[in-house]
């Protein structure tokens, strides 16, 4: 049986009839085939076969939902190529796809900023809000990167707070309350600056973008300890 015949098997191992049938419940529709696997069980998974780029490539090209999550964690971050990157977003038809590479595979590549940069000004909807899941991965999990990298994205995030597509403007949302979220005095105050602005915006979408960062900024200011 070959790693990928193997992979796909302990998947459908692990497959639970709730959760393929309840995928549309949270927005995630996909043309791939679904197993129904919760996402801690590809994890296992992924944690037991360990590092494979080739793999990870093989399970991307299988069309199988949890098998692409599961490339996710088998995938080598220092063997992904920008190249790579950009024909995998391609492939996206669902926030979660979507959302797993960036949190999990993409934020740790050496390409990772620049990838927002080109992905930013994408009008395809799901590579558009990889640049702000990915802004928002870094931002979570980046701890030794300079206020500077994400000081100068802000403009990106303005500039795309007025996509009025739902995934588009989610993402966008989640990259500035990342960057606020840090424990960086200058970032915070810039993001809040950010979201002020766009709440009093006459367009619609930035207007909920900026309101919904404002609502976490001052949640997260109330919260014991803060």
């Known amino acids: 049986m070959s790693k990928l015949a193997e992979a796909i098997a302990a ?20 043309a791939d085939r679904v197993i129904g696997v919760p996402m801690g069980s590809i994890q296992k998974v992924g944690k037991a076969l360990g590092r494979d780029h080739e793999l990870a490539a093989a399970l991307w090209e299988s069309r199988v939902y ?3 999550l599961l490339s996710t964690y088998v995938d080598d971050p220092a063997l992904v190529t920008p190249d790579q990157m950009d024909r995998w977003v391609r492939d996206f038809d669902n926030w979660a796809t979507c959302d797993t590479l960036c949190f999990a595979l ?26 702000f899941a990915l802004l928002a991965s870094l931002a979570l999990h980046d701890k030794k990167r300079e206020d500077e990298a994400f000081l100068s994205r802000f403009p990106l995030i303005e500039k795309a707070a007025g996509d009025e597509r739902n ?12 960057i606020g979220g840090r424990k960086s005095e200058t970032l915070g105050a810039a993001a809040r600056e950010v979201a002020e602005r766009m709440a009093a915006s006459t ?9 919904d960062a404002e609502r976490a900024f001052e949640k997260k200011k109330t919260r014991p300890g803060n």
């Open 106 to 131: 993409f934020d740790r590549t050496a390409h990772a900023f620049d990838m927002v940069d080109r992905w930013a000004e994408d009008e395809a909807e799901f590579v558009k809000r990889a640049a």
């Open 167 to 178: 995934f588009v403007k989610k993402g966008v949302s989640w990259a500035l309350r990342a």
């Open 66 to 68: 949890e098998g692409r």
């Open 11 to 30: 998947l459908e191992a692990k497959a639970e009839a709730r959760i393929s049938n309840g995928l549309s419940r949270y927005g995630i529709v996909t």
């Open 203 to 211: 367009d619609k979408s930035a207007r909920w973008v900026g309101k």
